[in-house]
C-alpha cells in the first residue's frame, strides 16, 4: 500500500517571493509521483508528474519538483509566485503496476498575500 | 477545460436514499476513475472501470457501486445514503496506461441530510 504526507496544510507567501511545497510518501512498490492543483470549485490539474529519468520535473505554470528516492520526496517549488497561483495543491502517488490509482495527501493551502 | 463533463453539479438527499451520479469521459479515453473528496480532505479512490469492466476498487463498501457505458461514460450509484457520504464526487478519464495522465471534471457536490 502507498502513502503521502503532505507536510504542511496551510502556506502563505508573498507576492513574487519563492515557495516550497513538501511532500513525502510511502510505498513498498514503485511508484509514480504527481501533484495537482485545485481551484475554487473546479476539479485537479495536473502540473507535473515524475515517472523515470531525470529528477528534476518542470510542469506548468513554472512549477517543479524534485524526486528524490533516499528521503521518499517529491517537494514542489516555484521561484516566484503570483496571486493566481493561490490554490489547493495536492500531491499524490500511483504504483508502477496494476490499476492506476491515485493516492492523494491531505492537500496544502497555497495563500498568496500581494 | 478537460473535457471531462459530470452531471449534476450539486444534489441535496436525505439519509437512507440512492444517488447516481454521471460521467462523461473525455474523447478517446476507455477508462473511468471515480474519487471521494470528503471537506479539506484528499480525494479518496473509490474504483476504475476499464473498458465496462471493473478494474480496482478502493476500501469503500459495496453499497458504492458503478457502471461504464460502450461510449465510456459512468455512473457511481451509492445505496443507502449516510451523512458521512457528504462530499465532492471526482470523476476522472484517461487512456488507461499505468503512466497516462488522469483528466478530472469538476466534480458533484452532494450533501446528504
Known amino acids: 500500500a502507498q502513502s503521502v504526507t503532505q507536510l504542511d496544510s496551510q502556506v502563505p507567501v508573498f507576492e513574487e517571493a519563492p515557495v516550497e511545497l513538501r511532500c513525502n510518501y510511502s510505498s513498498s512498490v514503485s511508484v509514480y509521483l504527481f501533484w495537482y492543483v485545485q481551484y475554487p470549485n473546479q476539479g485537479l490539474q495536473l502540473l507535473l508528474k515524475y515517472l523515470s529519468g531525470s529528477t528534476l520535473v518542470k510542469g506548468i505554470n513554472g512549477f517543479e519538483a524534485e524526486f528524490n528516492k533516499s528521503q521518499t520526496s517529491f517537494h514542489l517549488r516555484k521561484p516566484s509566485v503570483h496571486i493566481s497561483d493561490t490554490a489547493e495543491y495536492f500531491c499524490a502517488v500511483s504504483q508502477a503496476q496494476g490499476a492506476q490509482k491515485l493516492v492523494f495527501g491531505q492537500g496544502t493551502r497555497l495563500t498568496i498575500n500581494p | 477545460e478537460t473535457g471531462v463533463t459530470q452531471s449534476p453539479t450539486h444534489l441535496i438527499k436525505t439519509r437512507g436514499q440512492q444517488v447516481t451520479l454521471r460521467c462523461s469521459s473525455q474523447s478517446g479515453h476507455n477508462t473511468v476513475s471515480w474519487y471521494q473528496q470528503a471537506l479539506g480532505q484528499g480525494p479518496q479512490f473509490i474504483f476504475q472501470y476499464y473498458r465496462e469492466e471493473e478494474n480496482g476498487r478502493g476500501n469503500f463498501p459495496p453499497r458504492f457501486s458503478g457502471l461504464q457505458f460502450p461510449n465510456y461514460s459512468s455512473e457511481l450509484n451509492v445505496n443507502a445514503l449516510e451523512l458521512d457520504d457528504s462530499a465532492l464526487y471526482l470523476c476522472?478519464?484517461?487512456?488507461?496506461?499505468?503512466?497516462?495522465?488522469?483528466?478530472f471534471g469538476a466534480g458533484t457536490r452532494l450533501s446528504v441530510l
Open positions: 476522472a478519464s484517461s487512456l488507461g496506461g499505468l503512466a497516462d495522465i488522469q483528466y
